[in-house]
């Protein structure tokens, strides 16, 4: 038999989810044949079976996240040896390994790089932390301690003094024969008990359904989460006329797809957020509270949020300032599809310094986007609608106009900085003629 453990999956991948077995038990498996996909960060990825057999036990079920050399199925190599029978016990190793027991850590703290890193945001100890059946702390563990630690102390129980029993008359000494009358002892009232209420739980009516929450939405909502809760988020709003940025999209649509591209106004305005995180970089940073230090980025990789059946991925652009308008354009849709048919890599989805939230046509009036962790930054684009404007003039004209707003974390980035932030793109939105002067 071998036990089949998850492999590394990635530079820094400590865990993954499993979000599918290809294979039950009882079913044959070829030697990299896809066996199982497991999900980590926001990449799904298939692992092969290193060997030719037949599956015996699955040691994970979906939805479970496992450990990097977790062992997670058994398989009976080439089905040469009968599979052993549950009852029968484990022959012994020549040199058995005894486990870490489950219990509280002490002395050298074994954990995962996210456990500490996660430790150190929350202030955490991770010293007398409960530990996992390896003698480890997850991530999870922690997630566990700063809920418990941001929650309000249980009330005390007040304990009533004692009752003072009022000292009993003397008592005549009994006659001859005769018993002295007993005392009767004062009632000591005892404490209340303390309520306790369980945790709320969903109830789901007969005709509810029920949707697993795992996979990307979790995922998704533990990254919400984060983010929500470590940033200190602020919005500032501005609506751009891009009348000229409409008419040289126009102009360029049709050059564009004889060279492969389906030209939209996202490459226009990843080229303007490059320029303007140029000119203020701290917008282009992530905090290190641990370390005490804010890193300015000189390195321009453009997240941009893509809807996908799975749910919200980020897939990046990287390197987008040496990438002409076309290129950038060209690797907008590559990531796109990718996204979209769960193929993208993990390098495709990782490695990001700002982001660019649209919705296209769909993309409303308004919106206040989530930063997406660690980054300090986030662009929400909005739909351009025809409008009448006044011009320089003050003749009503026809024109296009958009709202952009900008999501930025306050301990990094001050008001004053967001504000000239996206005034800078602004610039460059309105008057499309910079990019060709700023060499595009």
Known sequence: MLEFKLPEIGEGVVEGEIVRWHKQPGEPVQANEALVEVMTDKATIEVPSPVSGVVRELKAQVGDICAVEQVIAILDVGGARPAA??????????????????????????????????AREEGIDLRGLPTDDRGRITKQDVLKAAEAAKLPPPPSVPVPPPIAVPAAPPVAAAAPGRPAAPVAAAPVASAPAPVVRPPHTAEAAADDEVVPFRGMRRRIAEAMTRSYTSAVHYTYVEQVNVTKLVRLRQEAKTAAAEQGVSLTFLPFIVKAVVHALKKFPIVNAELDEAGGRILLKKRYNIGVAAATDQGLMVPVVHGADKLSILEIGREIARLGEAAKAGTAKREDLTGGTFTISSLGNIGGVLATPIINFPEVGILGVHAIRKVPIVDERDNIVIGHLMNLSVSLDHRVVDGFEGANFLQEVRRFLEDPNLLLLAGI
């Open 85 to 118: 029978s549950p009852a029968a016990p484990a022959a012994p190793s020549a040199a058995p390994s005894v486990a870490a027991p489950s219990g509280m850590s002490n002395g050298t703290v074994l954990a995962t790089p996210a456990a500490r890193a996660l």
